[in-house]
């Protein structure tokens, strides 16, 4: 799946064209993550930047960084404003305002994504 990825985002930058939509919220989720460039600074897996926290299991150890959050909540807040808990050894430098330039669908589907990374 990894290789049909990569030869289609290769596709797609050769001709210009932009990925089409995914049809379910997962899948969505992914591609505003890969539109907004959060693998810049974030890592999951193997792949990404290191600036910021590693995202790979974020479903779960959102619950355990901020007392009395639930996952969704964390990341909501984490997004909408990132300086409101940094994690320990991690600079405060995630761009303020993602939340604004996304569509209610969009945001939501970029949190259920990061709620699968367990």
């Known amino acids: 799946m990894r290789l049909f990825g990569l030869a289609l985002a290769i596709a797609v930058a050769a001709t210009g064209c932009s990925e089409p939509k995914a049809t379910d919220a997962i899948g969505r989720g992914m591609q505003v993550y890969r539109e907004k460039?959060?693998?810049?600074?974030?890592?999951?897996g193997s792949d990404g930047g290191t600036i910021g926290p590693p995202l790979t299991h974020i479903g779960t150890v959102a619950v355990t960084r901020a007392p009395g959050m639930d996952a969704?909540?964390?990341?909501?807040?984490?997004?909408?404003?990132?300086?409101?808990?940094?994690?320990?050894?991690y600079p405060d430098t995630m761009p303020r305002g993602l939340g604004r330039g996304l569509s209610q669908?969009?945001?939501?589907?970029?949190?259920?994504?990061?709620?699968?990374?367990k």
């Open 37 to 44: 460039a959060c693998g810049s600074c974030h890592q999951i």
């Open 72 to 89: 969704e909540a964390y990341i909501v807040e984490s997004v909408l404003d990132p300086g409101a808990y940094v994690v320990p050894g």
């Open 105 to 117: 669908e969009d945001f939501d589907d970029l949190v259920r994504y990061l709620l699968t990374l």
